[in-house]
């Protein structure tokens, strides 16, 4: 064998061993599953599984070399254990991390990618987070805002957001105004430090959340494009990933069944389903605008830098840094208190911890300001 050879003959044998031991991981959960309709969407699950690794068998045999499924390593031995001695609860999110991995693995394959092995995996991963998040006595909410994503979360609540973009604005900004101030520039180059911190502030929140938006966008719109493609080419396995998410929700198998059939029969409403039961896609948002999202951080964020500029159009010297602190300490106790509308903790203790860790940053670049006219004698105010 050349190298080459070597090379794949040694990712197949990986790729099986990783599709035997889901397939008895599986057929383990099935066994222990009180529910019959869990039971069986283990079941299917683990068959599916069992196919890809005939799969991979076929191309081993077509390089000469015959593999039958191998023993199961100590991780597959473990995770059996603790879902037949525990239920399969307890080892459902460490089995869709497998699923996930295995997805990731396969999005490089050719071979993989050929048999669609990407997308059903994902497919996979989408109906075990759908379990954990349906089944009665399901995960803890910590575990599945973990799962969920805490960042998909934080980004749908706008109070949080709007604070968080002021907050931003406002403790930067404050600290770069006190740091001039502490070198003893003059009142003119506090206020145009201030205000080219404020815009640089908020032109890098904005763009970076357009990029970020934006991405995001086009990642789902290839996702939709290939879901579309996949809904086109292989019908049947669309439809039994849909009959397997909505057994996973609950629904009998007969009545998994008919909804699975009449949605994949009607491709517009086959394809909305599809993105957004096994993809958690909204097709008619794909994460938003970018504009908006990026207007909006830029906005934000303005709002809060601009607090501690603002003293700088109409006083100086010490009465400017005064009113300055005073009113960003006050902006600061009231995002705090804003934030408890989220958190439910006490408004006091909160706002009173936003003061404290927005004086201690501009006390510290107040500090750094006067070392540094100290050390190189900057021209002190008029």
């Known amino acids: 064998m050349n190298t080459q050879q070597d090379e794949r003959i040694r990712y197949y044998l990986a790729n099986l061993r990783a599709e035997c031991e ?26 599916m599984e069992q196919a890809h690794a005939q799969y991979w068998q076929a ?16 991780r597959a031995h473990v995770l059996i254990w603790l879902g037949q001695r525990f239920g399969p609860g307890i080892v459902l999110p460490t089995v869709m991390a497998r699923e996930v991995r295995d997805h990731q693995q396969y999005a490089t394959q050719p071979e993989a990618i050929a048999a669609r092995l990407p997308a059903l995996e994902h497919g996979h991963a ?18 599945l805002a973990t799962l969920e994503g805490r960042h998909r979360a934080i980004g749908g609540n706008a109070l949080r957001a709007a604070v968080l973009g002021a907050n931003d604005g406002l403790v930067s900004n404050v600290s770069l105004v006190m740091g001039v101030a502490g070198a003893d520039l003059s009142a003119k180059a506090i206020l145009l430090t201030g205000l080219a911190g404020l815009l640089a502030g908020s032109l890098s929140m904005a763009l970076g959340e357009w990029l970020s938006v934006q991405s995001a966008r086009e990642l789902y ?53 599809l993105l957004r039961e096994e993809l958690a896609i909204d097709p008619e948002e794909l994460g938003g605008s970018a504009w908006e999202a990026a207007g909006t951080s830029f906005l934000l ?73 100290m050390l190189f004698g900057l021209s002190p105010a008029p």
């Open 22 to 47: 889901s397939a008895a991981l599986y057929a383990a959960l099935a066994e222990r599953e009180q529910q019959p309709e869990l039971r069986e969407v283990f079941s299917r699950l683990g068959q």
């Open 126 to 143: 989408r109906i075990l987070q759908l379990l954990m998040r349906d089944r009665p006595g399901g995960l803890p909410g910590s575990m």
């Open 59 to 74: 191309l081993l045999r077509a390089q000469g070399y015959t593999a039958d499924c191998p023993r199961l390593g100590w």
């Open 221 to 273: 719109a290839a996702q939709v494009e290939r879901e579309r493609q996949e809904l086109e080419a292989f019908p049947a396995e669309e439809q039994l990933e849909l009959e397997l998410i909505y057994r996973a929700k609950g629904l009998p198998p007969d009545q998994a069944h008919a909804l699975a059939t009449q949605l994949v029969s009607e491709a517009g409403t086959a394809l909305d389903t």
């Open 301 to 373: 964020f303005s709002i809060g830098a601009i607090i501690p500029v603002f003293p700088y159009f109409f006083v100086s010297g010490t009465l400017a840094v005064s009113i300055s602190i005073g009113l960003s300490a006050l902006a600061l106790f009231l995002l705090g208190v804003a934030s408890t509308l989220l958190t439910g903790q006490s408004a006091w203790r909160t706002g009173l911890r936003q003061v404290l860790i927005g004086t201690a940053a501009a006390l510290l670049t107040f500090g750094a300001g006067r070392i540094v006219n």
